[in-house]
């Protein structure tokens, strides 16, 4: 990289992460770029005044105009591609903070911000008891003035983004309660009367959330999910376009579901059959043990199989899911360190208690999906998904691919890892096939629901229907539907991405061989699909 534009990139990502610190240390904000930068501020919480959101919209054009002049004047292929995805990256930011103005409407990501600020400032490393204990309460002291930002900022907000941080803030109490219990063994005896504080404006935020009159979800994201696929995902494919790639994945499943029922039981539906599988070596297991042996068999297997990279990832901690993310997060998740530091962790959290006042019932048919569906979970997860792709990534010697996450590249890679499991011969029992295959109906009933709801090309009770198609109950299927609308534009990128590829594995995968299809995919960071393509084309030339 030339001098001129690493010193501008470095100045990109260190500004970003002194203006949004917790948003750039956590992959819960994909947005904005994982800065390492944002190391430096585990004391510190964002800042979402408008005068501040106002100058860093003009900052970031600034950066954007800087990075298109460079790009003017570059010919080297790897050069333009990094220059790409840096606008990119901004144009994503910008599409949040400007077209989508979440911080004008979605109470959520200040809840986000503060509590996942809190959390990293007691668990990230430090240099000892004292360092922790003082940037802890230096975040937590800045939590009421955040939320005061909200009071000030929100103006109108989605009925949707309202039900969920009333509920986010239930559990943020309960997260509260708990370090609370844990501050006196640690030594936090100061944390008293910053956690009274928190908690009062904790309610002062539910009083004003529950005096607002929110808005239709279709208002919030038609502008921004249109500008997110073409800017920020640099996608070449149109909407309608995605929704139809959905559409055809959503057809050849359920045929291969009705083959698969007619095989294993004709008498029986295919619904029924997954929903009466439970695979017989788990049934007595509880579930963190059963995900940890399931991590390293996986990581075994893949490591024998293509993924020598295996050996270089970094920690993973299997734990619950924290409190304040319960309602926010699937029943499985990851969350991966900030940087290759040894001290920090990666985190794959299972929710094995649900929030709220959800039935026992519930919780049952929770634990029965998880256990059923424990492999593929895993693998998304961990070996070869989401823990393998981000080890890679965090260790890259290129500072830009190294720092930028992409949703479409994150989420198809996951996705497309579960089907390695059925291709290389994992698992291959018709049972294990028809999970499989009903998880990827599931996949592009999400895209379809995403993009059609946004669009027009699907009512709420066609996404209902799509999902109780699909194998959820009413009750469930409504549930994901408001989750869905929590984050328009991430649900298609399953689909689009694992569809983006499969088009480049059946190209480059079959001439230049799979593991080099792999690699190659994997050590060039999470760009573009058409970027991708370009570097694969230069590699064949040479």
């Keep these: 990289m030339k001098a001129l534009q690493a010193k501008l990139v470095s100045d990109y990502f260190d500004y970003l992460a002194g203006s949004f610190p917790v948003m750039c240390a956590s992959d819960e904000f994909h947005f904005l770029p994982r800065s390492q930068s944002a190391s430096r501020y585990y004391d510190k919480l964002d800042d979402l005044d408008a005068d501040v959101i106002d100058e860093a919209l003009l900052t970031l054009r600034e950066f954007q105009d800087k990075f298109d002049s460079l790009a003017a004047h570059e010919n080297d292929l790897e050069g333009l591609i990094d220059l790409e995805l840096l606008k990119a990256n901004i144009a994503g930011i910008l599409t949040e903070l400007e077209i989508k103005e979440s911080w004008r409407h979605d109470p959520l990501l200040y809840l986000k911000i ?4 809190l959390d990293h400032a007691l668990t990230k490393p430090a240099s000892g008891p004292e360092e922790r204990t003082e940037r802890a309460l230096a975040r937590l002291s800045e939590i009421p003035r955040l939320l005061q930002q909200a009071v000030d900022n929100i103006d109108g907000v989605p009925k949707t983004c309202r039900q969920a941080a ?23 005896g100061r944390f008293t009367e910053g956690l009274q504080k928190v908690f009062s404006a904790l309610n002062t935020f539910d009083k004003f959330l529950r005096g607002l009159s929110p808005f239709s979800d279709q208002l919030f994201v038609v502008p921004a999910l249109e500008a997110t696929l073409k800017d920020h995902f640099l996608s070449v494919r149109s909407l309608p376009e995605v929704f139809q790639i959905a559409v055809e994945e959503w057809r050849e499943n359920l045929e291969q579901l009705e083959e698969l029922q007619a095989k294993i039981d004709p008498g029986k539906s295919w619904r029924d059959l997954y929903h009466d599988y439970c695979p017989s070596d788990v049934e007595k297991i509880d579930t963190i043990s059963l995900y940890q042996r399931e991590i390293e068999r996986l990581g075994s297997f893949f490591r024998d199989h293509g993924f020598g990279e295996v050996d270089r990832i970094s920690l993973l901690e299997l734990c619950e899911t924290p409190a304040y993310l319960r309602s926010v997060r699937g029943s499985a998740s990851f969350s991966a360190a900030l940087s290759a530091d040894d001290r920090e962790k990666d985190f794959f959290h299972i929710t094995t208690r649900l929030p709220g006042n959800r039935s026992q019932e519930t919780g049952e048919l929770l634990k029965k999906r998880l256990h059923r ?8 997860e961990t070996f070869p998904g989401h823990h393998l792709l981000d080890s890679i990534r965090r260790e890259l010697e290129n500072p830009v691919r190294r720092q930028i996450e992409s949703p479409l590249f994150y989420e198809g890679w996951a996705y497309y890892a579960e089907s390695l499991l059925t291709e290389y011969g994992y698992v291959d029992s018709l049972m294990e096939c028809l999970v499989d295959c009903k998880r990827r109906l599931w996949r592009s009933a999400r895209c379809q629901i995403d993009v059609g709801l ?15 198609t699909a194998g959820f109950a009413p009750e469930e299927a409504d549930r994901q539907v408001d989750h869905f609308r929590l984050n328009p534009g991430y649900q298609l990128c399953y689909s689009l991405g694992r569809y983006e590829i499969m088009r480049l ?28 393509e370009k570097r694969f084309e230069a590699m064949e030339l040479n």
């Design 114 to 117: 503060a509590f996942i600020g």
């Design 166 to 188: 009333l509920t986010m803030l239930t559990d943020c109490k309960e997260y509260l309660a708990q370090i609370s219990k844990g501050s006196a063994n640690l030594g936090f």
């Design 373 to 380: 569906e424990y492999k593929f979970l895993a693998a998304h």
């Design 454 to 468: 946004t669009i027009g090309m699907l009512t709420e009770e066609d996404a209902i229907r799509l999902l109780t």
């Design 505 to 532: 594995r059946e190209t480059y995968g079959v001439r230049m061989g799979l593991d080099w299809f792999h690699r190659q995919l994997l050590k060039g960071g999470e760009l573009p699909f058409n970027l991708i």
